[in-house]
């Protein structure tokens, strides 16, 4: 007996995961206990869904966990639903998950891992990752392509230390969310990826993005209509389209955005930097939006307002008002540093303070330029002699 005990000492030393499974950790499930193989070859969807069914169902606080030295290849989308019975559920996602190329794919073109109407769900991505093989996918630009990950109506959410790379589509995607943070995320996809936007918000409201990586071939973050309270802080942005606003407006839509705070970050060769677009003939606002202590590094529209983004037809738009773009220093690859195109409603309450953006070409001067914008510029260069009071 003391042997036993003895050599059950030893393999918990030498391996946690071994011993936490032996004794039986409570409401703890393991993919490979369901099934799943990690062997980077076998579909370890099934497994993967069982497994949630059963952490899902526990009274109480569950942990389902994809355990290190496995890679999880996905060949169907998995969706990841509540209301569950557990009052609080952890995902510690410690593999590797493997997304099938484009012609082994099984599933259909949306998301190919769905969590939605989970509350209070904590996901822990240290020393995992998720693989998209978006490449796969890529060659045709405009076709349906799948997001790598989705929350739908997930509130009181927590991720961080995740890492996605390679996204058919946008890697991230949060809708219908209310108060959720993202930590320590890292998004990685070459700068000629379509559509691979990092992480796109819609519909939600109270939501911290922070001290993350992103890079990818579209914007690295979108905030678009019926979203609030979006804080964005120590984000790292390039290759991307930046942060933006937007689109707002699309198909007519009546889109609202508002109390939007980027804070603190860091733009490097992006298409943009602080963008807000909306599409002419459209409804709805975006107000209440600072963008301040924002370092940039050979980005081609550093500051930039489009408010004919889409031209689909004459008239209306979406109401673009209180903007502050404060504590800019950089360089611009373009030679307008600051674009504020507004339609022929204009933009209002601009304010534009400590800006000071020099073009990445020695002795080539920067510009800005301004269209309908109405507002305030002080300590700017370059000078907006062009924005109405």
């Given at each position: 007996?003391?042997?036993l005990?003895?050599?059950?000492?030893?393999?918990?030393?030498?391996?946690?995961?071994?011993?936490?499974?032996?004794?039986?950790?409570?409401?703890?499930?393991?993919?490979?206990?369901?099934g799943?193989?990690?062997?980077?070859?076998?579909?370890?969807?099934?497994?993967?869904?069982?497994?949630?069914?059963?952490?899902?169902?526990?009274?109480?606080?569950s942990?389902?966990?994809?355990?290190?030295?496995?890679?999880?290849?996905?060949?169907?989308?998995?969706?990841?639903?509540?209301?569950?019975?557990?009052t609080?559920?952890?995902?510690?996602?410690?593999?590797?998950?493997?997304?099938?190329?484009?012609?082994?794919?099984?599933?259909?073109?949306?998301?190919?891992?769905?969590?939605?109407?989970?509350?209070?769900?904590?996901?822990?991505?240290?020393?995992?990752?998720?693989?998209?093989?978006?490449?796969?996918?890529?060659?045709?630009?405009?076709?349906?392509?799948?997001?790598?990950?989705?929350?739908?109506?997930?509130?009181?959410?927590?991720?961080?230390?995740?890492?996605?790379?390679?996204?058919?589509?946008?890697?991230?995607?949060i809708?219908?969310?209310?108060?959720?943070?993202?930590?320590?995320?890292?998004?990685?996809?070459?700068?000629?990826?379509?559509?691979?936007?990092?992480?796109?918000?819609?519909?939600s409201?109270?939501?911290?993005?922070?001290?993350?990586n992103?890079?990818?071939?579209?914007?690295?973050?979108?905030?678009?209509?019926?979203?609030?309270?979006?804080?964005?802080?120590?984000?790292?942005?390039?290759?991307?389209?930046?942060?933006?606003?937007?689109?707002?407006?699309?198909?007519?839509?009546?889109?609202?955005?508002?109390?939007?705070?980027?804070?603190?970050?860091?733009?490097?060769?992006?298409?943009?930097?602080?963008?807000?677009?909306?599409?002419?003939?459209?409804?709805?606002?975006?107000?209440?939006?600072?963008?301040?202590?924002?370092?940039?590094?050979?980005?081609?529209?550093?500051?930039?307002?489009?408010?004919?983004?889409?031209?689909?037809?004459?008239?209306?738009?979406?109401?673009?008002?209180?903007?502050?773009?404060?504590?800019?220093?950089?360089?611009?690859?373009?030679?307008?540093a600051?674009?504020l195109?507004?339609s022929?409603?204009?933009?209002?309450?601009?304010?534009?303070?400590?800006?000071?953006?020099?073009?990445?070409?020695?002795?080539?001067?920067?510009?800005?330029?301004?269209?309908?914008?109405?507002?305030?510029?002080?300590?700017?260069?370059?000078?907006c002699?062009s924005?109405?009071?």
């Amino acid at each position: 007996m003391q042997r036993l005990i003895s050599w059950v000492l030893i393999l918990c030393f030498v391996s946690p995961c071994f011993c936490e499974r032996l004794m039986g950790s409570a409401n703890t499930y393991n993919v490979i206990d369901y099934g799943a193989h990690g062997d980077g070859k076998t579909d370890d969807s099934q497994a993967f869904l069982s497994a949630w069914q059963k952490t899902c169902s526990t009274k109480g606080a569950s942990t389902l966990v994809i355990p290190s030295k496995g890679v999880f290849l996905l060949k169907k989308n998995i969706i990841l639903k509540g209301p569950c019975q557990a009052t609080n559920i952890k995902i510690q996602l410690q593999g590797r998950i493997a997304v099938a190329t484009q012609n082994a794919w099984l599933g259909d073109k949306s998301t190919i891992i769905l969590i939605t109407n989970v509350n209070g769900l904590t996901i822990d991505g240290t020393g995992g990752s998720i693989d998209g093989f978006g490449s796969t996918w890529w060659a045709c630009k405009n076709c349906p392509r799948p997001s790598v990950l989705s929350f739908n109506a997930c509130n009181g959410l927590s991720v961080s230390y995740l890492s996605i790379m390679n996204s058919p589509e946008a890697h991230i995607t949060i809708n219908g969310c209310v108060g959720a943070t993202f930590s320590h995320i890292t998004i990685q996809s070459s700068a000629n990826s379509p559509n691979t936007d990092g992480i796109d918000i819609s519909s939600s409201k109270n939501i911290l993005i922070k001290d993350s990586n992103i890079a990818a071939g579209d914007d690295c973050i979108a905030i678009i209509g019926e979203s609030s309270y979006i804080n964005a802080t120590g984000v790292a942005c390039g290759p991307g389209h930046g942060i933006s606003i937007g689109s707002l407006g699309r198909n007519d839509g009546h889109d609202k955005v508002e109390h939007v705070y980027v804070y603190d970050c860091s733009f490097n060769k992006t298409t943009n930097g602080a963008r807000i677009k909306t599409f002419q003939g459209g409804l709805g606002y975006a107000r209440s939006i600072t963008y301040e202590k924002i370092t940039l590094t050979q980005v081609s529209n550093p500051i930039i307002i489009n408010q004919n983004y889409v031209s689909l037809k004459s008239g209306g738009g979406v109401e673009v008002s209180g903007v502050t773009f404060r504590g800019f220093t950089g360089t611009s690859a373009d030679d307008k540093a600051i674009t504020l195109a507004c339609s022929s409603q204009g933009c209002f309450n601009i304010v534009l303070d400590q800006v000071t953006i020099k073009s990445s070409v020695p002795g080539k001067p920067a510009s800005c330029s301004c269209t309908n914008a109405h507002g305030t510029a002080t300590s700017t260069v370059p000078n907006c002699a062009s924005l109405m009071k």
